[in-house]
């Protein structure tokens, strides 16, 4: 159940249920302290970037806060980005039920950073204005991670023994195969910019549109098969803590994870992110903009290791244990993982369809009884407007289509067409 991978099997690994069996004499975690530090170089000034400490979950209740980190890489003008950078977060927050605990409230992220992408997505194109953005958005609450991505503003996560690992997966159609057979499917084509003579320059793009990127926000021009449906992941520190390194392609396309990491080493958040963005100009010189962003997560101060470090902890720490379950025994079997070091992936999901990615409600998630509002716009339905996400799709067969979450007829409409069940701009009725 721990591990689905195998990798537990390493040779010299202490075996986990052994390390597991251990007494662990404190299993309370304190709150993690936080530092962080951003550095940009601009070429064509459509980079921008969120740091907002200090948000609460609950209003009012200091003990709530969590932190957002975000990239915003633009392309095609700058509207697009800054319109994501002042909106995403609300989108995102009113998609979240009222009234929930920490821990349901962590578990909703997910599904609510779909609907909030989507959203602002829409919202964006409404007003008619051309160009499009990257969007990672990083939610740091505690030790727990959720990251959030569209297009290629890559976030890592560093931990203590230096394993590096991504939390997000890059959009881009010259490297992700999966990606260009979804544009394929919905309708659009992928290739290389032909010039006179038949010759083929350049990174894979999809037509119409000529993106290099398969997910986006905006880009109301380029095919609607791509998508503003973020992949997301969910992981939980261990007590060692960590560090997160979120940039645009202007760092990336100089340095690999392992070079940026390694590069930043032993340096505090602020000087890191100065050194990181050093290191991609030294390399490459400023090519495009350049933006990063460097926030670790630090144990607190005068908290020690809740059981003796186990001989082998160094292997330990570079495991990523995938744990599905939210059985009732997940919260004490975290606090153990967490107490060897090994940070726990609570939630990963990277499907492009919206359906799969709304789900189905459990009973608790219609807040209002009666009322039905739109997954997506949060929008109230009528009683007769709400259109099942999961009627007429494929996922009809297994799902009941008169079950929630609905949608209204515009989001349905978006939803056809990210599917490429209809040709672009063309609405159902
Ligand atoms: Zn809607």
Redesign the pocket.
């Known amino acids: 159940m721990a591990s689905r991978n195998g990798r537990r099997h390493h040779q010299g690994l202490v075996p986990l249920a052994a390390l597991l069996s251990r007494e662990t004499k404190n299993e309370k975690m304190e709150k993690p302290t936080m530092q962080y530090g951003c550095a940009a170089q601009s070429k064509k000034g459509e980079d921008y970037f969120l740091i907002k400490t200090e948000c609460l979950r609950v209003p009012g209740n200091p003990s709530s806060a969590f932190s957002v980190f975000a990239v915003f890489d633009g392309h095609n003008g700058n509207a697009a980005a800054i319109y994501t950078r002042e909106n995403l977060l609300n989108h995102v927050m009113t998609a979240i039920p009222g009234g929930l605990g920490r821990e349901d409230w962590l578990q909703a992220l997910p599904r609510a950073l779909v609907a909030g992408f989507v959203k602002t997505d829409k919202e964006f194109q409404r007003r008619g204005e051309t160009s499009g953005t990257t969007a990672t958005f990083v939610i740091v609450d505690g030790w727990t991670v959720t990251a959030a991505c569209v297009g290629d503003s890559r976030c890592i996560l560093v931990t203590p023994g230096s394993a590096v690992s991504n939390l997000t997966v890059d959009h881009r159609l010259e490297d992700n195969a999966e990606e260009r057979e979804r544009v394929t499917a919905s309708g659009g084509e992928v290739g290389r910019l032909v010039i006179f003579g038949g010759i083929e320059i350049g990174p894979l793009r999809c037509w119409p549109g000529g993106l290099c990127l398969s997910r986006s926000i905006g880009d109301m021009d380029v095919g609607e098969f791509i998508v503003p449906v973020p992949h997301v992941k969910q992981v939980k520190l261990s007590y060692l803590g960590g560090r997160l390194i979120i940039a645009s392609d202007g760092i990336w396309d100089a340095l690999s994870s392992d070079t940026a990491a390694r590069s930043c080493h032993g340096l505090p958040a602020h000087l890191a992110a100065k050194q990181v963005v050093k290191e991609a100009l030294r390399t490459r010189g400023l090519k495009d903009d350049t933006t990063c962003i460097v926030v670790d997560v630090i144990p607190p101060n005068g908290s020690n290791p809740p059981s003796p470090p186990p001989k082998n902890q160094n292997k330990l720490r570079e495991l990523l244990l995938k744990i599905k379950s939210r059985s009732s025994s997940r919260s004490k079997l975290s606090k153990k993982l967490s107490s060897v070091g090994v940070v726990e992936e609570l939630f990963e999901e990277g499907s492009a369809m919206l359906a799969e990615r709304l789900g189905t409600h459990d009973s608790t998630a219609q807040s209002r009884p009666g009322l039905f509002t739109?997954e997506?716009?949060q929008?109230d339905l009528a009683p007769s407007e709400g259109i099942s996400v999961h009627a007429g799709s494929i996922f009809s067969t297994s799902s009941k289509p008169w079950q929630g979450p609905f949608?209204?007829g515009?989001?349905r409409n978006k939803k056809d067409a990210m599917e490429g069940k209809r040709p672009s701009g063309i609405k159902a009725a």
Request: charged residues 10%.
């Open positions: 739109c997506v716009c929008v949608l209204c515009d989001c």
